[in-house]
């Protein structure tokens, strides 16, 4: 196919054969670099003007060219390494007529080596008097000069390197990401956790409500499923007698995209023998707060809108007292899937056939009236048993499980079981999802034979609990949609003209 060229990228490209032609390599070669632009910054912030003359320190950096003023035998440059920018002042009486010449060819979006010495302009701004210049590659497609715009947003995503160059919020994230996961890393390690792998492709559909992908394994000529959850093979390594596990992995679920869901999404699954309901909240809250005083600094975090203070004692609210709060009704008294699909129509709420049961429908009351009121951090429990397939059920009211779903902003961020470790019990849930899956529920679980087995060894009581990370990242950097935390997400193809 043969491609179409601005004039401006003809012009770069014979800018590109000129330095050919000089003997130099327009794609570069190694660099060794010994300093960064924000490290300089900060050695030399307390440093002004004056004492830079009685100073010789240099500084080797190399970067992008962000910005460029030339006035005739000398000129500034802005050069941007993953730091940040630093000023560079160059001039044709310091690096010899040829070196100036050949830096006067430069184009914003050049990457480029200086070395030189540090002193600062009478303005105070840190600067690089450039001693030795080395092109090092020749941008061949020129930045774009706005790319911040919602005009642009689908662009930024799909190019995200673009976005990189040009955004700074963009890079910021890019790098407080893995800080986070660090941080978890640490803090779970730091509890006695061991981080272990678990399979991406299985045979079988558990472990979560969700439709999945499906992919071939030619050798074996079987279709299989990428995991929708790190769950029955974490539960496994509790009955190997592991006792504390946890996994954070890609995971994937064949779902629509919004900012707060992408096809395929980065999962943390923990395990604890002997604990419960109690235990994970306790972890939970104490990990979001050792996130946000380590890294951040501060406990109050804006997003989407809203104020939210992670400090103090979070909120914990039953399911069925949520909506009573809500609505007035109370679904905590004894009643029929008569009584409660008339209350469901009263309230304008669709009932599909699988969802004929009266958790189903609680917990569709609860997702109209009760999940976006949810704005500060709050634990809801005390969930219907239809909707927790992997929960132990509650020993004062078998109708609802011990699980708990962590909300903050309107937005699920957690979601943890007293873990059900009874073979029998975990059979006969089984047996009902495949029952719903028949009525057409096809994000109902399949029954793993081998994981009931696995049980029937004996599994430890314990404590579970699964988070978003990506939702996670979401509010600690204060970024509106999962796109933002995500580097690649899944993306429309473009339109094909």
């Not at 943890?416 to 057409?440: H, M, S, V, W």
């Amino acid at each position: 196919m043969e491609r179409q060229f601005t004039e401006q990228e003809l012009v770069r490209r014979e800018k590109m054969e000129k330095i050919r032609s000089l003997g130099m390599d327009p794609f570069g070669s190694r660099f060794d670099r010994d300093s960064f632009a924000t490290d300089l910054k900060e050695k030399y912030k307390d440093v002004d003007h004056e004492e830079f003359e009685n100073m010789d320190d240099t500084a080797t950096v190399a970067g992008r060219i962000m910005f460029i003023r030339k006035m005739g035998k000398a000129s500034f440059f802005s050069l941007k390494d993953k730091t940040g920018p630093i000023q560079i002042y160059i001039s044709i009486n310091d690096i010899g007529e040829d070196s100036y010449n050949l830096f006067k060819s430069a184009d914003i979006g050049d990457i480029v080596g200086v070395y030189g010495k540090i002193m600062k302009t009478k303005t105070g701004e840190l600067t690089i008097k450039c001693l030795k210049y080395t092109p090092l590659v020749k941008a061949l497609k020129p930045l774009p000069e706005k790319f911040h715009g919602l005009t642009d947003i689908e662009e930024r995503y799909r190019r995200r390197y673009v976005d990189l160059i040009m955004n700074d919020d963009s890079k910021r994230v890019a790098f407080t990401r893995p800080r986070i996961i660090r941080c978890i890393q640490k803090f779970m390690d730091g509890r006695g956790f061991t981080e272990v792998e678990t399979p991406i492709l299985n045979t079988l559909l558990t472990g979560a409500s969700a439709r999945p992908f499906i992919t071939h394994h030619n050798t074996q000529d079987m279709d299989m499923y990428l995991r929708i959850a790190l769950e029955l093979p974490l539960k496994r390594l509790l009955v190997g007698g592991m006792e504390a596990v946890y996994e954070i992995g890609r995971t994937f679920r064949n779902e629509g995209m919004d900012p707060m869901h992408n096809p395929e999404f980065t999962l943390m699954e923990a395990y604890l023998a002997y604990s419960n309901l109690e235990g994970m909240m306790e972890m939970t809250e104490s990990m979001f707060k050792t996130i946000a005083k380590d890294i951040f600094g501060k406990y109050t975090f804006n997003w989407n809108g809203n104020e939210i203070n992670l400090d103090g004692t979070w909120k914990r609210v039953s399911m069925v007292d949520a909506i009573k709060e809500q609505t007035g009704i109370d679904f905590k008294k004894e009643m029929t899937v008569e009584e409660a699909l008339k209350l469901a129509k009263e309230h304008d709420i669709e009932v599909e056939e699988h969802q004929h049961n009266v958790g189903h429908i609680i917990n569709l009351f609860f997702e109209k009236y009760v999940e976006e009121t949810l704005i500060q951090p709050t634990f809801l429990y005390g969930h219907p048993v239809e909707i927790s397939p992997l929960t132990k059920r509650n020993p004062e009211d078998p109708r609802f499980v011990d699980r708990f779903e962590l909300f903050i902003g309107g937005k699920e961020f957690a979601n943890a079981y007293t873990e059900l470790n009874d073979p029998i019990d975990q059979l006969e849930r089984f047996e009902d999802q495949l029952k719903e899956k028949e009525l057409g529920n096809d994000e109902a679980n399949d029954i793993d034979m081998d994981f009931i087995e696995a049980l029937e060894y004996g599994m430890p009581p314990a404590g579970g609990i699964g988070y978003g990370i990506d939702r996670l990242v979401m509010f600690f950097t204060e970024s509106a949609s999962i796109r933002d935390v995500i580097l690649f997400p899944t993306m429309k193809e473009r339109d094909k003209k």
